[in-house]
């Protein structure tokens, strides 16, 4: 679970940076589809659904070990994992939860069954996602060697007709 939720932020870091690459080195294909048609965008990544439907009783009681560990109140209360724990808990991010209770040592109690089956559907949903963004085009680009291949290639997917994006550029200028 934890290695899922590390792929994920790593994943979502890497994408943050292909889609950089990707507008820039394509600002122009991205203006001329933008001047011909509505454009369809591309880089967008679809964010996976890790998050429990509701706050069940179990992530209650993780967010409240968690709380009385931390809380700025206690003697030797941490307030950085105390914000951490609260914003996974309104926002009902039982990786974060679970991650969080793993650094403190706290004992996970036993993963009651229905929560197990949303923990497996929730990292099957993370993985599905990863894998569904890196067809992107930002993410092909980025991962490629940045060849002409490459960009005919994506010029291709994105439905850019060489003739009329060269009569283009030869116009804007």
């Known amino acids: 679970m934890e290695y899922t939720h590390l ?3 790593e994943f979502e870091e890497t994408m943050s940076e292909y889609k950089h690459e990707y507008m820039e080195d394509f600002s122009e294909e991205i203006n001329f589809l933008m001047s011909t ?6 880089t967008t ?3 996976p659904e890790a998050k429990m439907s509701d706050q069940h009783p179990y992530f209650q009681s993780l967010y409240r070990s968690i709380a009385k560990i931390t809380h700025p109140d206690k003697n030797n209360g941490d307030d950085e994992y105390f914000k951490k724990a609260n914003t996974a808990y309104s926002t009902g991010d039982w990786v974060e939860l679970i ?4 650094e403190l040592r706290i004992a996970l109690p036993p993963i009651p069954d229905d929560v197990y089956k949303e923990i497996i559907n929730c990292l099957k949903s993370i993985q ?5 963004n890196k067809q992107s085009v930002a993410w092909v680009w980025g991962a490629s060697d940045k060849s002409e291949q490459v960009r005919d290639q994506i010029r291709k997917a994105l439905g850019i007709d060489p003739e009329l994006f060269e009569e283009w550029k030869r116009t804007k200028n």
Do not use: G, H
């Not at 599905?128 to 569904?132: D, K, L, T």
């Open 99 to 102: 991650t969080l209770c793993n």
């Open 128 to 132: 599905e996602s990863i894998n569904s």
């Open 45 to 47: 990544v679809k964010e």
């Open 7 to 9: 792929e994920n932020s």
């Open 37 to 42: 048609a509505p454009a369809k965008d591309e």
